[in-house]
């Protein structure tokens, strides 16, 4: 496609963005926004929730003249609401949407490196992360390092001439390390890179990157916007309008979008966002509690806990500490393996980020991509993904668990 070709694109299909830059006129809380950021009620029926747009193409008055929609990969009503919905949570100016979020990641390398580029990553990074680095993008001619991201100076000795992007999780996954957001971004900006943060295990209601310096905000929306474990997504939020254009144009090329039921689905999500994260919150809390005190844990891995390494910097720039919670079993990978068979509440399952209560294996889980890598995981990490059932419930479950592997 030519510049020509690519910006006409462009004007057409995000003219549904300028809504993004306005405020909402309804409320600032963020309880409000959650509930009415990008909808409106339906013009023709006045129904409070927006119609699921199915339509695969759109009628033009005239060749090139349309309503602001063509065709569905390029932009659709449902997705334009989503998107409008994630870029004013984020306090962005853009958002874009994806088939998932590990399509949102490639979206935005694609979108910012190219061959010879180098990119520095967290030192335990996300196993899909860490695949995609180097699994796919290192073929491809792209260097990377994975760094203490936390540790200025680390980041500092990994610069090179070619480094383009940093890329940072906070909390992480699955260590719940905690970047400084502010510090990361100085270090970066004044290099002349770009600084993307993953934001899915805090949300927007909990901490906002892009305040904090970030450059670039991705989501994989399945988890905690979605919060129901019925959806695949991903998101993306910026605030810059040329790499905005850029992703976009990704978008659009390469058509890993969601489709519109997706869409609503994880709108519908979002409506309740904070009062599931106050509770995710609250009962990470409990569990965090009982984990510090029982006899067959080694380490709590958990941001709320003073004793976290990162417990200062998460003060400072998230609202709570979030619904994960990671530790280490203390007679090893065998013991951890037992545990998370043994639970009656924690389901035995990957993913994470939804109303029910997960526990996970990662070494041999969601991050297997990773064994036998620098970022290969503890065996004797266990994951949970605290839900909003009962904390007392909850606790119960983990304490009868590890009572009989301890």
């Known amino acids: 496609m030519s510049q020509r070709k690519r910006r006409r694109f462009w004007r057409r299909s995000t003219g549904h963005m300028a809504a993004q830059r306005r405020q909402n006129p309804k409320g600032d809380g963020f309880e409000t926004r959650a509930v009415h950021a990008g909808v409106e009620p339906d013009p023709a029926t006045g129904a409070v929730v927006p119609p699921i747009s199915l339509a695969s193409t759109f009628l033009q008055d005239a060749v090139g003249a349309h309503r602001g929609y063509e065709y569905a990969r390029s932009a659709n009503p449902t ?3 989503l ?3 994630i870029a004013e949570l984020e306090e962005a ?3 874009l ?4 979020g590990m399509a949102a990641e490639d979206a935005v390398l694609r979108a910012l490196l190219r061959p010879g580029d180098h990119v520095i990553i967290p030192a335990d990074a996300y196993g899909g992360t860490y695949r995609l680095v180097a699994e796919v993008y290192e073929p491809a001619g792209i260097t990377w390092s994975a760094v203490d991201l936390g540790d200025r100076d680390a980041v500092v000795g990994a610069w090179r001439d070619e480094t383009r992007v940093v890329w940072a999780e906070t909390p992480t996954n699955p260590l719940l390390s905690v970047v400084d957001i502010a510090a990361v971004a100085e270090v970066a900006h004044e290099r002349g890179a770009l ?4 934001n ?3 949300t927007p209601y909990l901490q906002l990157p892009l305040r904090l310096g970030a450059d670039v ?3 994989s929306s399945t988890k905690y916007l979605g919060g129901h474990s019925d959806v695949v997504g991903g998101l993306v939020a910026l605030g810059d309008d040329g790499l905005a254009e850029q992703m976009a144009f990704v978008q659009n090329a390469a058509g890993a979008v969601p489709g519109p039921f997706d869409c609503y689905l994880v709108l519908r999500g979002v409506k309740t966002l904070a009062v599931r994260m106050d509770r995710h919150c609250a009962n990470a809390r409990a569990v965090a509690a009982l984990l510090a005190e029982h006899p067959a844990v080694g380490r709590v891995l958990y941001p709320g806990l003073p004793s976290h390494p990162g417990h200062d910097v998460a003060r400072r720039q998230m609202q709570d500490f979030g619904g994960m919670v990671s530790f280490t079993v203390g007679e090893g990978e065998e013991a951890a393996i037992k545990l998370v068979a043994s639970t009656r509440l924690f389901a035995l399952a990957e993913s994470l980020g939804a109303v029910e209560s997960l526990i996970e294996h990662p070494a041999r889980m969601t991050h ?3 064994a036998g890598s620098p970022l290969a995981v503890d065996p004797s990490l266990v994951r949970l993904s605290v839900g909003i059932e009962s904390a007392e419930d909850l606790v119960d479950d983990l304490r009868h668990a590890l009572d009989a592997v301890g």
Do not use: Q
Request: hydrophobic share 60%; glycine share 8%.
């Open 79 to 81: 997705r334009a609401a």
């Open 83 to 85: 998107e409008a919905c």
């Open 93 to 95: 100016a853009h958002g």
């Open 97 to 100: 949407a994806f088939g998932s």
């Open 195 to 198: 600084v993307v943060v993953d």
């Open 200 to 202: 899915t295990f805090a």
């Open 217 to 219: 905000v991705v989501h």
């Open 368 to 370: 297997a991509s990773a």
